[in-house]
């Protein structure tokens, strides 16, 4: 199965800031998937990133907010724009067909 | 709509054996899959179902009733690091994203 590596693993960072998250795969894949789990919530899909296309927003999320690139197939980046303290979460992102996620990046914002 | 239900907390003692259910509303099937996870860290692959019937891993075995939408997660001989939450997810499509349920929180007793 695919290695998932994630960065940075944790950062605390001010508001009205923007943090930009890392996701390397080991091998080539179509889809990427970012996740955000909220204190004491389960995961929710922020969006699908495909390579050479805009990435797919889930309801409630949006581009100006969470940027995504796909530059090339085996790497990813989500941005958490403007950040308040309600964006303090775990960030995850994980690859189709696989069912490990990334070591998660844990966001606070102060 | 897509729909995943496990109880929210569970407690159990240590050496014993505890079953967490799953029941879901899907659009679509293809696959169920269970994680664990431990505070501040990134969810854990535990097992994936796709046919009815039970998979057994070591002390951790998952069953699947498609008919049903029903899934349980069993641990036995549980120990304290069992202490973590349990996450039931449902791809409902090929190729498609996972939909998690709020998770299970179990609390091991000595």
């Known amino acids: 199965s695919a290695v998932i590596s994630q960065k940075p693993s944790r950062d605390i960072c001010q508001r009205g800031t923007s943090l930009t998250i890392q996701c390397q795969v080991d091998s080539q894949v179509t889809m990427m998937f970012w996740y955000r789990q909220q204190p004491g919530q389960s995961l929710t899909l922020i969006a699908t990133a495909n390579q050479g296309s805009e990435a797919t927003y889930e309801s409630g999320f949006v581009i100006d907010k969470f940027p995504i690139s796909r530059p090339n197939l085996t790497f990813s980046t989500l941005t958490v724009s403007n950040m308040s303290p309600e964006d303090s979460s775990i960030y995850l992102c994980?690859?189709?067909?696989?069912?490990?996620f990334g070591s998660g990046t844990r966001l606070t914002v102060v | 709509g897509q729909n995943i239900d496990q109880p929210t907390e569970m407690t159990a003692t240590e050496g014993a054996i505890v079953q967490i259910n799953c029941t879901y509303q899907t659009s679509g099937f293809n696959g169920l899959f269970w994680y664990q996870q431990h505070a501040g860290e990134a969810p854990t692959f535990l097992s994936y179902n796709v046919l009815d019937g039970l998979e057994e891993k070591g002390r951790f075995s998952s069953f699947l009733s498609r008919s049903k939408g029903y899934s349980y997660l069993l641990l036995k001989e549980l120990q304290m690091k069992d202490s973590a939450s349990y996450l039931c997810?449902?791809?409902?499509?090929?190729?498609?994203?996972?939909?998690f349920g709020k998770g299970t929180r179990l609390h091991i007793l000595p």
């Open positions: 994980s690859v189709d067909g696989e069912e490990h």
């Open positions: 997810a449902v791809r409902a499509h090929r190729d498609d994203k996972i939909i």
